[in-house]
């Protein structure tokens, strides 16, 4: 299993991180659901090959702001643009195509399908071949079909879930299925991978885990990353830049330890309110 990171490693890390052109930037996005607006005038951009959180209180906007990115929600203000191109009402298929994948808060696997199986519907968009030839599952198809295999068993071995490849994931621990969900979505082979709450309800042992194996895809694929998280010390170890959002709003947008000494960071998170003078309740 991945160890987790010393001090030495962590520092050696970030002096030698390099980030590429923006590949995605979020220009005023704003978007309400009845009279709650969810998202409020929000705009960040984020590096290729870099590890972007968002992070804030319950409610703050942060699913529905990935949401947004991958095209499940259509904001009602404000633009999106990934790889240069602006995008207003893109469709969840065709920011999978594009090269944006996406895990969720709350597991979505095929809990009847074994590990293999799930990692394979990841390669669906990378399949060519019609369903005439995928039918009769012959010649140029069968090609086809083992070489999207190869893709997902290379999955397999780097999330080194090896032992359960043929295990029905509804009858996996927790922390393995997230690991499955993880490589579903790697098997996309994406830009941009949006992770909703990676960690949630996993164990300290676990969290390592999903901590090595989140650097590793970032540091071996290129692949950029964007990740809500709860769990701050997770968040500061493994991120270059944090955003935060409050009711809606972004609060801040800095490195982790900007942010950590941000005041009203601070104050969102321990529900402090201000009165007209700026002064704290106590």
Not at 123 to 143: E, I, T, V
Not at 247 to 271: C, F, H, S
Request: glycine share 8%; hydrophobic share 40%.
């Amino acid at each position: 299993m991945p160890e987790p990171m010393n001090e030495t490693t962590k520092d050696t890390m970030t002096a030698e991180r390099m980030f590429g052109d923006v590949l995605l930037d979020v220009d005023g996005i704003s978007i309400s659901f009845g009279g709650v607006k969810a998202l409020d005038g929000v705009s960040f951009n984020v590096r290729e090959h870099e590890v972007l959180a968002i992070i804030g209180p319950n409610g703050a906007g942060k699913s529905s702001m990935l949401n947004c990115i991958n095209g499940f929600y259509h904001p009602q203000e404000g633009t999106i643009t990934f790889k240069g191109s602006p995008h207003h009402q893109m469709q969840t298929h065709e920011a999978a195509s594009q090269g944006i994948a996406r895990t969720f808060q709350n597991i979505a696997l095929f809990k009847g399908m074994s590990t293999l199986d799930n990692i394979m519907t990841g390669r669906s968009l990378k399949m060519k071949k019609n369903f005439l030839w995928q039918a009769l599952y012959f010649g140029p198809a069968l090609k086809e079909e083992l070489e999207h295999r190869a893709k997902a068993e290379e999955i397999i071995d780097f999330l080194e879930i090896e032992a359960i490849r043929k295990t029905p994931v509804g009858k996996l621990p927790y922390g393995l299925q997230k690991r499955v969900e993880l490589g579903r979505a790697l098997a996309a082979e994406p830009d941009l991978l949006l992770l909703d709450e990676p960690m949630a309800g996993m164990n300290h042992e676990e969290k390592e885990d999903m901590c090595r194996y989140i650097l590793d895809v970032n540091d071996e694929f290129g692949t950029t990353i964007v990740l809500i998280e709860h769990d701050m010390s997770v968040v500061m170890d493994i991120s270059d830049r944090v955003v935060v959002l409050d009711y809606g709003k972004k609060l801040a947008d800095g490195t982790p330890d900007e942010v950590r000494a941000n005041q009203d960071v601070i104050d969102a998170y321990l529900g402090v309110s201000h009165d007209e003078n700026g002064n704290g309740d106590e």
